[in-house]
């Protein structure tokens, strides 16, 4: 087992790597901008170097400081957390050329899912049922109008290098198609470098499924089942949920299966998330996450396996130490993402936090960096507080959850908090009926009902 892991990250994620280190018996060493010298990661870690600036780019992302900081601690295995550098195999490549362990799944793998075509034909290969579509990238308008005759309309146009629903293309018709195709080309050039599109069918109102698995590259691979990540705005999540309330055991274990054979074949090393569009009772894959990711807490309360603990064993060379007949899934799991933002504009709140008190008794945790009188910058993610609520039941789970939220004080800024009450408490949430796309609708619901009063006084 390694004795010194360096966490190239900050915020809630980084304190979340390095409890799992404490408690492993692991030290750790933890790496900061200028802009994060007070941070929680920095106080609680046995030791901190400063990697640049406050701007990531030259501090969080500046992969030659990284390296250096992981030498002069001497440093065993790096974890890159989540966002930063930790889908990117040229880190991941440069680590181990430096000879640190990555905390991570192999360069080639991290490639392989970057590339959501790749990542598409290498699971449709594997038995796993896809978006229908074009299975390699298309250049031209004949190859458009021919994939569009099977897919039919509407249809989306996708960059091969984008994922999280930047530069997409709807296209309701044929007259808009070659247009379509043109924007999406040069957008997929200009943000990813890469202008590979691909076409698959517009499903109209999916939810946002996803599938937790673990492999430890040697043959064991289990999943952990999956994560209801529906409610969204603008491809950021806001409340993610385990189980779906869309799905039971017996569709739960078919899909986890598939995964897991998938993942086995392609000799996957790491955590991992399949993401899947979920419609008329199918599973649709669209994309594999190669990290730990945000929400992965929901899927530790209903399993009780330590996601970040399980990384780190499987990264030191052990094989797993559960099989999927040890996952027994336990009760219900909602996690809300608390961020340092306007509840209703969503503009960025930084600022100093006053009082702060966090709710706290059975089944209630609370993954976050904050603490009274820090002061959030405004140069990272607003991410600021996880909040995770675990019930025997979904609706003990939701009503624990009211009354967390309540309990929760921060002071001195504004956050989502109110946002995240209001939907936990909406019919449609409590029903359990929603899709990607009900959070823009409600929020858009609001303001109709707001300018409404607004004409009536008038
Ligand atoms: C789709 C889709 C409908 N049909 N693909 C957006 C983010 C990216 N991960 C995939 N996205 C979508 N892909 C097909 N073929 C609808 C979305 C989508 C969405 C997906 C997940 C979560 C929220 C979303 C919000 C709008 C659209």
Not at 78 to 104: C, D, K, Q, R, W
Not at 370 to 389: E, F, N, R
């Amino acid at each position: 087992m390694f004795e010194k892991v360096l966490i190239a990250n900050r915020g809630e994620i980084a304190l979340r790597i390095y409890r799992a280190c404490r408690e492993m018996g692991i030290g750790t060493v933890a790496v900061h901008s200028t802009e994060d010298q007070h941070a929680m990661h920095v106080r609680l870690a046995d030791e901190a170097v400063c990697i640049g600036p406050a701007a990531s780019a030259e501090s969080y992302l500046n992969i030659p400081a990284i390296l250096s900081a992981a030498t002069v601690t001497n440093t065993d295995a790096i974890h890159p957390g989540v966002g930063f550098l930790s889908e990117n195999e040229n880190f991941a490549t440069m680590v181990e050329e430096h000879g640190f362990t990555f905390i991570g799944p192999s360069a080639d793998h991290i490639r392989l899912m970057g590339d959501k075509i790749t990542a598409k034909d290498a699971m449709k290969e594997r038995g796993v049922p896809v978006v229908p579509g074009s299975d390699e990238a298309i250049s031209t308008f004949e190859e458009a109008k021919k994939i569009a005759a099977e897919t039919g309309y509407p249809l989306l146009i996708k960059a091969s290098g984008g994922g999280g629903g930047r530069g997409m293309q709807i296209v309701e018709d044929e007259s808009r198609l070659e247009e379509a195709l043109n924007i999406a080309q040069r957008e997929a050039e200009m943000f990813f470098g890469n202008k590979e599109v691909f076409i698959e069918k517009y499903l109209l109102n999916p939810r946002h499924i996803e599938i937790q698995i673990l492999a430890d590259g040697q043959g064991g691979v289990i999943h952990l089942g999956e994560r209801d990540c529906s409610i969204q705005r603008r491809h950021q999540k806001l409340i993610e949920e385990a189980p779906s309330p869309a799905l039971n055991a017996e569709m739960r274990e078919k899909i986890g299966t598939l995964c897991v054979n998938a993942v086995r074949d392609l000799g996957y090393k790491g955590a991992g998330t399949l993401e899947f569009l979920y419609s008329n009772g199918e599973f649709f894959f669209i994309e594999m996450n190669t990290r730990i990711q945000v929400e992965h807490p929901v899927s530790e309360m209903i399993t009780g396996v330590d996601l970040i603990r399980e990384q780190i064993r499987i990264a030191s060379g052990s094989k797993l130490s559960i099989t999927q007949d040890d996952i027994v899934f336990n009760g219900h799991a909602i996690e809300c993402r608390i961020n340092a933002e306007n509840p209703r504009t969503f503009m960025p709140s930084p600022g100093t936090i006053g009082d702060y008190h966090i709710p706290g008794g059975l089944g209630v945790r609370v993954d976050s960096a904050l603490y009274a009188g820090y002061k959030i910058p405004s140069h990272y993610d607003s991410l600021v507080s996880k909040l995770i609520v675990h019930g025997k039941t979904r609706n003990e789970c939701i009503m624990r959850l009211n009354r967390a939220l309540k309990e929760y004080v921060i002071s001195g800024i504004e956050t989502t908090i109110p946002l995240q009450s209001d939907v936990i408490n909406h019919a449609d949430f409590l029903n359990g009926h929603y899709n990607v796309h009900w959070l823009e609708a409600y929020l858009k619901s609001l303001e109709e009902a707001e300018s409404n009063l607004e004409d009536s006084a008038a």
